[in-house]
């Protein structure tokens, strides 16, 4: 199923599922934000995947028009946001930009750091920053919602704790990067709110 959100005035907006083609959506009766239903995915998944299959077999009357421009990011904001450099070749060349040696190790134990997820951008809003002088530049990426991962689970465990996939644009300002990182904490202002794609799908949908 395909999930997303309306912007409706309040900080998590509306919760709608979306039909396949990406015309169509449907307004969630019992569950408001997709975060509601995160937070009890077991009970409201199947509910949530009955109606997408009505909506999908033309079943439900008044449905709205699906307009990526009315909706939030299908989450708004969350708990956490773990970044990971798998992409070693884009790792390197990022790194080589600006002078840094990349270490052996990033080949086989990703760098990771937790991000900024008080508010994520809207998927056609714009950018807005203080400064252009900042060097904003674009990172397409992929990005799964999961559910509570246990602490020392196996890459099998994780995968089974995938709700939902996601296309995401980390917004990185370049020329604030190196003097950031030169203070040895890691990242925090070269690293601003992120955009998500319109829909967030489940594993079977994608």
Known sequence: MKLATLKDGTRDGRLIVVSRDLSRAATVPHVKTLQAALDDWEAFAPDLQALSDQLNGGKISGTLAFEPALCASPLPRAYQWADGSA?????ELV??????????????DPLMYQGGCVAVLAPTEPIRMASEDYGIDLEAEVAVIT?????GASPALAAKSIRLLLLVNDVSLRNLIPNELGKGFGFFQSKPSSAFSPVAVTPDEL
């Not at 992409?87 to 790792?91: A, D, I």
């Not at 790194?95 to 086989?108: G, H, I, L, T």
């Not at 559910?147 to 602490?151: A, E, K, L, Q």
């Open 95 to 108: 790194r080589k930009a600006r002078n840094a040696e990349m270490p052996q190790s990033f080949w086989n």
């Open 87 to 91: 992409y070693v070749n884009h790792v």
């Open 147 to 151: 559910g509570d991962v246990p602490m």
